[in-house]
């Protein structure tokens, strides 16, 4: 079958456009949500009367539902449109500021650097992310996810690269809602009191703890760095050496937590949960069980793009198993893209997510193309020519 053949796959244009055209020409949430609202009772209006319900009308409409349904995700994960947000009662003077970490970053040479989450300015409610700056000699102690800090300052736009051609970063870290950021030294910042942990806490928390046992164990450092990168999906402790070797060699995407993980441990849980299926409600029970290990899994290795595209991927997967349907590869992906978009259109723009899908719908689509233009009768010859079409 062709791809646009699939409703998933129109519908998936359709979101991808509506993401699109609301990064480029942003709007206010109200008159988003009013479009959206607008175009899905249009298309509930064609459901109802069967005379349109197989017509163009009613495709159209479907279809332009979820344009609108891309430009409200898109309006509602820009943090500067949110009438909530610090920049709409920010005055560029120093003031006293409640953020919680949210997630810890790849540090520099000099600094450790954070993701924060904006609670309070001056006492009032706010929103937000900042971009935290520690330098390496302060005495400021690692900090942790969830970890509440009271700053009092000013916040800074992240600077612009000073050379040409130099990678963007204040582009890249715009892309991800984070405009300012801060640097924290123990003059300008006490550390409060945790109110509760997030699961990413609870998370982060499990992956520290897995950190120091592999570093009880006689596993030398660059061994350690590899199983960490595997396992965790943190490669920021990695040696560059080890890393360039795996670069060298074409296999640098085992060091990624990705599709191939996922994938082995779906084998695993499938293996070993096997049992499950001859007592009664064994099949929605493995379904169940499967999803939750594939999603704490997802939670465990930091939500990265590639692992929340696996996930999502591998679930509707386990859903067809739970099904007993044999379904196209490319339905599936285009199933996995809608729900990962509507929930974080924001991964759109990001390299990886694109590269993810790009490369899954290269080889859903022109796999099965390239196997039935040619199809090999010797043994030796055919598994050859599968491994030639996929690499392709």
Partial sequence: MKPLEFVSVKFSIGLLLGIS???????SQELAILLSTICLIVTLLFFLFENYRKGIYFGVAALLSFV?????????????????????????????????????????DFNRRYLFQVLT????????????????????????????????????????????????????????????????????SIQLETTGKSLKGWAA????????????????????????????????????????????????????????HVGILLLIIQFFLKPLMYFRFGRSTLMIVTLLILWIYALF????????????????????????RPTAAVNILALSFLAILLIQPKFLFQVGFQLSYSAVFAIGWIYPLLIRFWRPRNGFIKPLWKLFAVSL
């Avoid at 055209?21 to 709007?27: C, S």
């Avoid at 290795?301 to 007993?324: D, E």
């Fill in 21 to 27: 055209f609301g990064w480029l020409f942003p709007i």
């Fill in 205 to 260: 928390q499990l992956q520290l703890h897995i950190k120091k046992e592999l570093s009880s164990t006689p596993l030398g450092t660059k061994e350690q760095g590899v199983l960490r990168a595997i396992l965790l999906g943190q490669r920021n402790d990695l040696d560059p050496e080890v890393y360039q070797s795996y670069k060298d060699a074409g296999a640098v995407h085992i060091l990624a937590v990705s599709g191939l």
């Fill in 68 to 108: 609108s349904l891309g430009i409200v995700a898109i309006t509602l994960a820009q943090p500067k449109l949110s009438p909530h947000h610090y920049s709409r009662d920010y005055n560029q003077e120093n003031g006293f500021w409640v953020i919680e970490l949210r997630e810890v970053l790849k540090p520099t």
């Fill in 121 to 188: 300015l001056n006492d009032s409610a706010t929103s937000g992310l900042f971009l935290g700056s520690v330098q390496k000699d302060d005495i400021i102690s690692d900090l942790k996810v969830n970890d509440r800090l009271l700053y009092y300052g000013k916040a800074h736009p992240i600077s612009p690269p000073l050379n040409p051609y130099q990678f963007t970063y204040d582009s890249y870290m715009e892309s991800k809602g984070v405009y300012d950021q801060i640097y924290l030294n123990p003059g300008n």
């Fill in 301 to 324: 290795t930091g939500v990265s793009p590639s692992v929340v595209r696996a996930v999502a991927m591998f679930s509707f997967i386990t859903y067809a198993l739970y099904l007993n």
